[in-house]
Nanobody, 124 residues
């Protein structure tokens, strides 16, 4: 089970930190990721972290502004979002899985089998 928190409404340029608390059910997933979905759009991968190595990947649209991190002691993954833009308005979801080893597989929602309920981020 994954439980997201930290969403809210902010002005453009401001920051938010999202949290994703994971239960023991996700312990054998090697990848945690954040996705977002705006109304009328497909769900898109934002960032991912390998739970073992800590290796991270980001979507081009958020590179340099967003940071994904993990606290293994707390079984929690974070997404620090700085310099938020209005196009960042979306429901943000945390996901856990074992993505296949083809390029950019981490961005594909079907590669993840555990999802949180989402937390809304609104940037105006």
């Amino acid at each position: 089970q994954l439980v997201e928190s930290g969403g809210g409404s902010v002005q453009a340029g401001e920051s938010l930190r999202l949290s994703c608390a994971a239960s023991g059910y996700t312990y054998n997933r090697n990848c945690m990721a954040w996705f977002r979905q705006a109304p009328g759009k497909e769900r898109e991968g934002v960032a991912r972290i390998a739970t073992g190595s800590g290796n991270t990947y980001y979507a081009d649209s958020v590179k340099g502004r967003f940071t994904i991190s993990q606290d293994n002691a707390k079984n929690t993954v974070y997404l620090q979002m700085n310099s938020l833009k209005p196009e960042g308005t979306a429901m943000y979801y945390c996901a856990a899985g074992n993505p296949s080893l083809y390029p950019d597989s981490w961005k594909v929602p079907r590669e993840y089998d555990v999802w949180g309920q989402g937390t809304q981020v609104t940037v105006s």
